[in-house]
């Protein structure tokens, strides 16, 4: 009898917390965002425009965050936002280093939100060398490298907001995104290890683990996915930049660690939260209760799965049979 009732005054407890909880906001915040040229880092920079806080974009591509930064300036709620871009390659340290601390001193970074990342899609002896190395470049190292340059400051002042946009393939190992889900799982270890470090000084990580997204670099991807691949992803549909970019925004202030959008994302970090923080009792008991059930669907997903790769698997044999 104990245990039911002490389990429901957590419940309420939990419920009672969140209603109550004051909402957190970016306004007058400093965001800066890699990757926030294009695709989910353009995303995340307009609506921190248009929620009132300063930006800064740091990417390659000269040109295009020019362009993006003269269209925030258009929308920003106010003169006194400050609005900028840094063309920088994340892959290097030094470099890098040394231009997050020089934006930190003109103005100290609140939150940095790390969007870099890219994919190349092959079976593993097909994949050139150069391009898993690429890909673990970008996606690990263009992460790592902004995380490691701000974390003295944010220590310092004894708080900050660090978001690492991941993927659903930091979950499992995708039919010809071997390399990638590699990469991307690395992130997985480098968050929940990041996580447990910085709590204590009132840093919050919350790491997104976005579906396909409608962006310039998945259109990209697709020229050269194969056909499996492009099957297998289709199941979980295509989610629009903005609401990807709105959810994670929302659970980082939330201090969510994990944060998902779509039933697929849900399952996936539901059922693979092991030994990461929980949000709340509530989100504990949710999982711990539903457990059971998504390893069911995720296994009829995976049969799914095999069955696409055995039917194209038999299709290319019959074509190479006609063409011999």
């Known amino acids: 009898m104990i245990v039911p009732v002490a389990v429901l005054i957590l419940i309420i407890s939990s419920i009672y917390k969140r209603l109550t909880r004051k909402p957190k906001t970016i306004k007058g915040k400093h965001v800066v965002i890699t990757g926030g040229s294009s695709g989910i880092g353009k ?170 997204t409608d962006t310039p670099g998945y259109a990209n991807e697709n020229l050269t996915k194969l056909e499996e691949t492009k099957l297998i992803c289709e199941s979980a549909g295509l989610f629009k930049a903005e609401d990807v970019a709105k959810k994670m925004l929302d659970d980082a202030l939330a201090e969510k660690f994990m944060s998902s959008i779509g039933f697929e994302s849900y399952l996936l970090t539901t059922l693979c939260s092991g030994m990461t923080r929980f949000s709340s009792i509530c989100d504990l008991l949710f999982q711990s209760c539903l457990l059971g059930l998504f390893k069911i669907i995720c296994a009829l997903y995976l049969a799914s799965f095999n069955r696409i790769i055995k039917k194209v698997a038999k299709k290319n044999k019959t074509e190479n049979r006609k063409n011999n």
């Not at 899609?121 to 263009?142: H, L, R």
Request: hydrophobic residues 45%; glycine residues 4%; aromatic residues 8%.
């Open 43 to 212: 995303a995340v920079a307009e609506i921190a425009v248009k929620q009132g806080a300063h930006v800064t974009m740091v990417a390659r591509n000269i040109i295009k965050m020019k362009r993006v930064e003269n269209y925030l300036k258009e929308i920003a709620l106010s003169r006194s936002q400050k609005i900028n871009s840094i063309c920088l390659d994340v892959r290097d340290y030094t470099s890098v280093e040394k231009f997050i601390l020089q934006i930190d001193n003109d103005l100290p970074i609140d939150m940095l939100v790390n969007c870099a990342g890219m994919s190349i899609c092959g079976k593993i002896e097909d994949m050139p060398i150069v391009d898993t190395k690429q890909m673990i470049d970008v996606n690990f190292y263009g992460t790592y490298n902004p995380i490691k340059a701000i974390l003295p400051r944010m220590k310092q002042r004894k708080e900050g907001y660090i978001l690492i946009t991941a993927s659903q393939a930091s979950f499992l190992g995708i039919f010809g995104f071997a390399s990638y889900s590699a990469s991307k799982y690395a992130l997985r270890g480098l968050a929940e290890a990041l996580d447990m470090e910085v709590r204590v000084h009132n840093i919050n990580v919350t790491i997104a683990f976005p579906p396909d």
